[in-house]
């Protein structure tokens, strides 16, 4: 097996202290000039059934103890909380996925994205200047073109949820044609949903072909495969499914669509991290990772952070390798910024998202 780092430039420096870290391979569709970066976008590999099988066996109650080990043991606080939470922000998905969204609240929220934070609150953590802002906007097809033009020049990348997104029901080639017409209109990453059926049924093969003819028809869009793993039942399956996207190419694999029962929680996280460690091993190919669903309070970004910082290490706590998708975290994260600055807590409608 093979760990070696895979640079997508042999003579690239390695990343710097950008907080905005453009994506493996590419530069996105709104990013003024393109920058340097370190990483060679995965290019899938054969169905591989006995490595797949070698990943079967998954011990939930270890990774429960492993994850109460890890929130327990870490406490971050003053100065370091307020540097750890300004890096939730640069890795997250800033995500409106509503049946009442309009062109207008997706301006709003674009706007929030490129000033996430009060001008006093930037002033007192003395960041002026600094462009710490979240990775994305993540928003259905109709409104990516209103996205592109609203972030246009500021390096904001744009997210399009497709192929069916919640459910993934829908004929394949209307999948794809999804993905297609949002790529058309400027979207840089494309977020997936599969059909879970197929991980009941064991269908590997039949998963592993849909997720290939996604990434093809993502063309250079960076393709980010939602697993929901609140419909998966077993960890076992979890585990399973992420080896099938990772082999068919996904940039990133991500928990949930946000609408299922139960979300990203953090022993499916463990297990998630823990097969991207392991296609890392034997392709030397660095997978991105995405919690979403349910994650709306800083603390608990702080929970994930830290896992990501233990298990996989530094590297993937840049956003080009990790992302929360999230549509109130910002507000919270906001309010504890302020609470570090002045020890009172405000009202969330003083942090207006959209």
């Given amino acids: 097996m093979s760990s070696t780092f895979r640079e997508a430039d042999p003579g690239a420096d390695r990343l710097g202290p ?29 169905l591989d059934l006995g490595f797949m099988e070698s990943m079967r066996s998954v011990n939930r109650s270890a990774l429960e103890r492993r994850v109460a080990s890890l929130t327990k043991r870490r406490s971050i606080k003053a100065d370091n909380q307020a540097a750890w939470l300004l890096r939730a922000v640069a890795c997250m998905d800033l995500t409106t996925l509503n049946s009442n969204d309009t062109d207008e609240r997706v301006r709003r929220l674009c706007a929030k994205a490129v000033n996430p934070f009060r001008r006093d609150i930037v002033e007192g953590l003395g960041i002026t200047g600094e462009k710490i802002r979240p990775a994305a906007v993540c928003v259905y097809h109709p409104f990516v073109a209103t996205a592109v033009d609203a972030l246009r020049g500021s390096g904001i990348h744009v997210a399009a949820v497709s192929t069916a997104f919640p459910h993934g029901l829908t004929p394949l080639s209307t999948r794809l044609q999804e993905i297609e017409a949002s790529v058309s209109d400027g979207a840089d990453e494309i977020d997936v949903v599969i059909p879970r059926g197929l991980v009941f049924a064991a269908k590997w093969q039949e998963l592993y072909s849909e997720i290939v003819s996604m990434r093809a028809a993502c063309g250079e869009a960076h393709l980010k495969v939602i697993l929901g793993t609140g419909d998966l039942a077993t960890l076992r399956n979890v585990m399973l499914a992420s080896m099938v996207a990772m082999m068919a190419g996904a940039d990133f694999i991500k928990t949930s669509t946000g609408k299922e029962s139960v979300n990203a929680t953090l022993p499916v996280g463990l297990a998630m991290v823990r ?21 709306s309070t800083a603390k608990a970004s702080l929970d994930w952070l830290v896992l990501m910082k233990e298990e996989l290490g530094r590297r993937w706590l840049e956003p080009d390798l990790f992302r929360f998708g999230a549509s109130s975290l910002l507000t919270d994260i906001e309010r504890q910024l302020e609470h570090h600055l002045t020890g009172h807590y405000s009202a969330n409608h003083r942090h207006a998202m959209a």
């Fill in 275 to 295: 097969a991207i460690r392991a296609y890392f091993e034997e392709t030397g190919y660095l997978i991105g990772f995405k919690p979403a669903g349910g994650i």
């Fill in 18 to 46: 950008s907080k905005i870290t453009p994506l493996p391979a590419r530069t996105a569709a709104n990013a003024p000039a393109p920058q340097a970066h370190g990483i060679a976008r995965n290019p899938g590999m054969e």
